[in-house]
């Protein structure tokens, strides 16, 4: 349930709500928001019980309304009037908010050279991040699965040489430290979205987290596993849509819109977009990255300096004049949307 304060209400009007929260044996998280204060509350009923509570707690001094949350999912979601949460990184950039955010670099961590010239490039074009994998799942054991250390090690370098946060995905929780000491935000994939146990390590850092949906998730699976990060008391969340499997290969992965407008709805975190596995196709990234201008609060863009020889994921990534035409084309219609 969401308990939403009224817009004057002081700090001892939240001070007794939350002591009636305690006094029942429930848990709670506050959101300060820019307006409005909001306590997400964990009951641990859905009977008449906690609709005695919702009863009750209305008539509290300073609460506006308290609204019983029906969807398996609580802290992800967005009330009525709540802003978009800010996700700050490395105090330097801002997710979510009238900010668009444009992080791009390599699908893998190849090189040091590799490393600094792609982000070089697109540091100059405009990308506000830097990403870079350093462990990669691959479905084929064969194939290249990153430098691991090595690559944090350079994405570290890179980080301070050219003074850009940094994405990284961890796939394994014995990694997180390490992650943490060189990375700014942890990049949760695909393939481990719905690896709980990983979702609630990698928020016990307090770090920002990049949560992109599984290939086969429905929203709500998805804000389901959001939950498992925020309930672990992280707010830096950013959720990152990648596209699902359906049956059209004409793209990698289905990227719909309507599903990035629904979320908007349902969710206070900020939405980015990744055209490149969504598409993992180079020519229709940016069109979709134009599209995702209109509606998210950022994208994910691969770029390699010569995706001929790219180690992984080549097909879908731009050489950096294409990703400069790309900014190009993006920040046109990031001036003409305002976004909410
Ligand atoms: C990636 O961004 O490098 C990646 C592997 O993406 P996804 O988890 O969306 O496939
Ligand atoms: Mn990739």
């Not at 499997?245 to 407008?261: C, E, K, M, Q």
Request: hydrophobic fraction near 40%.
């Amino acid at each position: 349930m969401f308990i939403q304060m009224q817009p004057d209400a002081t700090a001892e009007d939240i001070d007794r709500v939350t002591e009636e929260i305690r006094r029942v044996g429930w848990d709670y998280i506050i959101n300060p928001g820019e307006e409005l204060t909001c306590i997400a509350v964990k009951s641990r009923t859905t009977g008449p019980e906690k609709m005695e509570f919702v009863e009750r707690i209305q008539a509290y001094r300073g609460v506006a309304r308290a609204i019983p949350i029906t969807t398996p999912y609580k802290l992800p979601a967005r009330t009525v009037g709540q802003t978009t949460t800010l996700v700050s990184i490395d105090n330097k950039v801002v997710v979510g908010g009238e900010c668009f955010t444009i992080i791009a670099g390599p699908c893998a961590i190849e090189t040091r050279e590799q490393l600094f010239e792609t982000t070089e490039a697109v540091k100059s074009a405009g990308a506000v991040c830097l990403r870079g994998g350093a462990f990669k799942p691959r479905k084929d054991c064969g194939s290249f699965r990153g430098l691991g250390i090595d690559g944090l090690v350079y994405l570290k370098e890179a980080r301070e040489k050219f003074d850009l946060p940094t994405f990284t995905e961890i796939v394994d929780a014995k990694d997180i430290d390490a992650v943490a000491d060189h990375a700014s935000v942890f990049q949760i994939g695909m393939r481990n979205a719905r690896n709980y146990t990983l979702l609630e390590a990698v928020a016990e850092t307090k770090k920002p987290v990049l949560y992109k949906n599984g290939e086969a998730m429905t929203v709500e699976d998805f804000l389901c596993g959001a939950e498992y990060i925020l309930s672990k008391g992280n707010p830096n969340l950013i959720l990152c849509l990648r596209g699902t499997v359906t049956f059209d290969r004409a793209v990698r992965n289905s990227l719909d819109i309507g599903i990035v407008a629904a979320l908007r709805q349902l969710t206070h975190l900020p939405i980015i977009v990744d055209p490149s596995h969504s598409t993992g196709k180079a020519d229709l990234v940016t069109p979709v990255a134009v599209a995702a201008a209109t509606i998210a609060d950022g994208i994910i863009v691969d770029v390699h300096t010569d995706p001929t020889k790219a180690l992984c994921d080549g097909p879908q990534a731009l050489t950096p004049p294409r990703f400069a035409e790309l900014v190009r084309q993006v920040q046109r219609v990031v001036n003409a949307v305002h976004h909410a």
